[in-house]
Nanobody, 116 residues
């Protein structure tokens, strides 16, 4: 299995981005049971979990993104999404996805830069 993140970019404060994570090589029955999460790592800081979604589609968010970010999943496509609204400069980071319970090798991530 391989994680492939995409959708990052440069956006102004207050803007939006939608990130995608493909669990390449997985099949529906494997992907659908994964407890997936989106993490981010800003320069000089540790990687942090910002949102996660269980196999039952229960979601949890870090306080810093609550009300602005929405995590979702499409099991038929083996993808997890992160809709990010009202972006702030402090959201600038490389964003990664992974399975919380049985982490896979990290993907390359996708860079999100929020700047005027």
């Amino acid at each position: 299995l391989r994680l492939v993140e995409s959708g990052g970019g440069l956006v102004q404060p207050g803007g939006s981005l939608r990130l995608s994570c493909l669990v390449s090589g997985s099949i529906f029955s494997t992907f659908s049971v994964l407890h997936m999460g989106w993490y981010r790592q800003a320069p000089g800081q540790q990687r942090e979990l910002v949102a996660d979604i269980t196999s039952e589609k229960t979601t949890t968010y870090a306080d810093s993104v609550k009300g602005r970010f929405t995590i979702s999943r499409d099991n038929s496509k083996k993808k997890v999404f992160l809709q990010m609204n009202s972006l702030k400069p402090e959201d600038t980071a490389v964003y990664y996805c992974n399975d919380l319970q049985h982490p896979l090798g990290w993907g390359q991530g996708t860079q999100v830069t929020v700047s005027p």
